[in-house]
């Protein structure tokens, strides 16, 4: 009490009531006793800046008694940087009054006792005694707020799993160091790290086992890195380094190989040791692009590029990738639209027996021709389909298309298994065994007419999934045969298991067996693999009558290829099967 007695005798006409902005008048002792109640400090001061009041708070927000406030100026209470600054603020506060919430201005400081600065908020409200305009600061202490969003700061700023900057914190580091570069700091680089197969290590071996790999891979990086260089998790299994100078474009490529290195030693997690590898995409600034959006677009290009290049290796981006990735992107648009249209049609390339020379069957060849880009070949689109996720789309076209030729072929007595290419990430569709019986029974086709060519990469990865469906086909009734034979790397134990009746062997064996004696070897192995193995053997791309002699010599079962004819449009097929007929009846065939 004593400490208010003392305070009271500061104030000028202490007895006067006090007028509240819109409010009745209060006596001056119930404003005290009602300030004194609030959580917040407050301070009534007047047009001069002198305190004329501080409440209890005030004392642990700013060490000093309200009665040592009281009478003093309020320039005491601010960092003394701020005294002239808020001098002048008060003088246009006090010639046009306003209220002011709390949240209004950023960064508030009061000036502790000790010498610290507080951070505050401060609202500001008007009163009136008599004829004296006062001001009523309500001041907030925002130390907690201030952590919680620091703290908030970091958690945006930094990965959880492996304390490296996050995607927010990477991109405004790459923008502020792209911003230097502006003003003649020295080039940049920036590498962009994806993780082989990471997917795998998850689906085979669980989420823990993932999240370790990912702080794994993340110490790795950091040992491979200088003081000065930034590294960040983006997300999911990639990871991006800023380095900040990269004069030199040999250090960047050097610290790329290194982190390829680093990242393709074995790990042993509890009871398996796993490879993870991965393909990183370079670019250099300012060369690459003049702002981080554009960077990290061709860092992105040139990851991919790495991981086209076989995985486990780097990539420097080059202006022809953005190029690339703009023809993608125009073919990716008018795919969709002529899976949509009208645009897209099977032609059909006959198989034919190598003994007799009858046809066996046919394979169905996608055709497409665009109004704007022209005929398209498979070779191109087919890629662009599987990167984008097409595929899944084209292919269901191409099943369809294929059981209504089937059924249309049928009804005509003509009796012919039709082989249809199947994409990789086709087979990884749910329920695609399913589907497909359904879409053979809509057309009333008999599973023994369709045959499904599966590349023999597709069906050497994921061996476990891809046995499991290949089998379910099998047991549909439907043929399976492995496409592009030899250009993969089939195991052996693995190849018996599959429920494969043919391996077409790949054209690029057939180019050289009659003046290659390395080619020859080798379709000759495939011809004696396929028998042991009990699988029919088919080439692919025979184009000249010596290479068939060659073929038929060495006991290669089914031809294919522009030697007999090349793709047709279905309306053709009757008449070209007729002409393959004659030429086998009159004695053009010579086994
Ligand atoms: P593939 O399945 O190995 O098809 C054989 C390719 O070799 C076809 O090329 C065919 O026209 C070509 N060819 C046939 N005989 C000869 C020959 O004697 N000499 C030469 N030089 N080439 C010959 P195409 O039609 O350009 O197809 C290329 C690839 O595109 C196919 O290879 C296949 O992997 C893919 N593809 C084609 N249609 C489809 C489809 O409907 N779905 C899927 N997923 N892929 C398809
Ligand atoms: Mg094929
Ligand atoms: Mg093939």
Avoid at 118 to 123: C, E, G, K, L
Avoid at 124 to 140: N, P
Wanted: glycine share 8%; hydrophobic share 45%; charged share 20%.
């Amino acid at each position: 009490m004593a400490t208010r007695q003392a305070q009271r005798r500061h104030m000028p006409r202490a007895r006067a009531p006090l007028e509240l902005a819109g409010c009745e008048r209060i006596a001056w002792p119930q404003v005290e006793a009602l300030l004194d109640l609030l959580p917040d400090g407050a301070l009534v001061v007047d047009a001069e800046g002198q305190v004329q009041f501080a409440n209890a708070a005030m004392q642990a927000l700013c060490g000093h008694s309200p009665a040592a406030l009281a009478g003093g100026p309020l320039t005491q209470l601010l960092p003394p940087e701020f005294r002239e600054h808020h001098h002048q603020h008060m003088q246009r506060f006090l010639a046009q009054p306003q209220r002011r919430a709390m949240g209004q201005v950023p960064a508030l400081h009061l000036w502790h006792r000790d010498g610290l600065r507080i951070p505050v908020d401060i609202s500001l409200g008007l009163l009136r005694r008599g004829a004296q305009a006062l001001t009523l600061a309500v001041i907030r202490d925002t130390r907690d707020l201030e952590a919680i969003h620091e703290r908030l700061r970091q958690l945006a700023m930094h990965d959880s799993l492996t304390g490296l900057f996050s995607r927010a914190m990477f991109g405004e580091l790459l923008s502020q160091a792209v911003g230097q570069l502006q003003r003649g700091g020295p080039s940049l680089a920036v590498l962009l790290v994806d993780l082989d197969d990471f997917k795998a290590v998850n689906d085979g071996h669980g989420h823990h086992v993932g999240d370790a790999l990912l702080q794994e891979v993340a110490r790795r990086m950091r040992q491979v890195l200088r003081h000065g260089d930034a590294l960040a998790r983006l997300g999911g299994d990639e990871f991006a380094v800023l380095l900040r100078d990269a004069s030199e474009a040999g250090q960047a490529l050097w610290v790329a190989q290194k982190l390829v290195e680093t990242l393709s030693q074995p790990w042993q997690a509890s009871h398996h040791e796993i490879f993870p590898g991965a393909s990183v995409g370079i670019v250099f600034a300012p060369q690459d692009g003049a702002d981080a959006d554009t960077l990290m677009r061709h860092a992105d290009l040139a990851m991919y590029r790495a991981k086209e290049a076989g995985r486990n290796t780097y990539a420097v981006f080059d202006q022809r990738m953005a190029r690339q990735m703009e023809e993608r992107t125009l073919l990716h648009g008018r795919l969709k639209r002529a899976i949509e249209g009208d645009a897209l049609r099977l032609h059909y390339q006959p198989q034919l027996c190598a003994r007799r020379g009858t046809v066996v069957g046919v394979e169905a060849l996608l055709r497409w021709h665009d109004p704007v880009l022209g005929e398209v070949s498979p070779a191109r689109f087919i890629a662009v389909a599987e990167q984008s996720g097409l595929i899944q789309r084209l292919g269901d076209w191409v099943t369809e298309a294929a059981c209504r030729q089937i059924a249309q072929w049928q009804t005509q007595g003509l009796r012919l298994r039709v082989a249809i290419n199947i994409s990789a990430q086709q087979l990884r569709q749910p329920h695609f065994a399913a589907r497909l019986q359904q879409t053979l029974a809509r057309w009333q086709v008999a599973p023994e007419r369709l045959e499904l060519e599966i590349t023999e990469t597709a069906a050497m990865t994921h061996r476990e999934q891809a046995e499991e469906l290949l089998q379910q086909l099998a047991d549909l009734g439907v043929a399976l045969a492995l496409d592009d034979f030899g250009t993969g790397y089939s195991s052996l134990g693995h190849l018996r298991q599959l429920p494969i009746s043919r391996l077409k062997m790949d054209r690029s064996f057939i180019q050289g067996i009659t003046h290659e004696a390395a080619d020859a070897m080798l379709a000759r192995a495939v011809i004696g693999l396929a028998r042991t193995l009990g699988k029919t053997v088919v080439a692919e791309g025979v184009e000249q009558e010596a290479q068939r002699e060659f073929l038929c010599r060495e006991g290669c079962d089914e031809l294919q290829g522009w030697l007999f004819s090349q793709a047709v449009p279905a309306e053709e097929l009757p008449a070209l099967l007729q002409r393959l007929g004659a030429l086998q009846q009159h004695g053009g065939w010579r086994a």
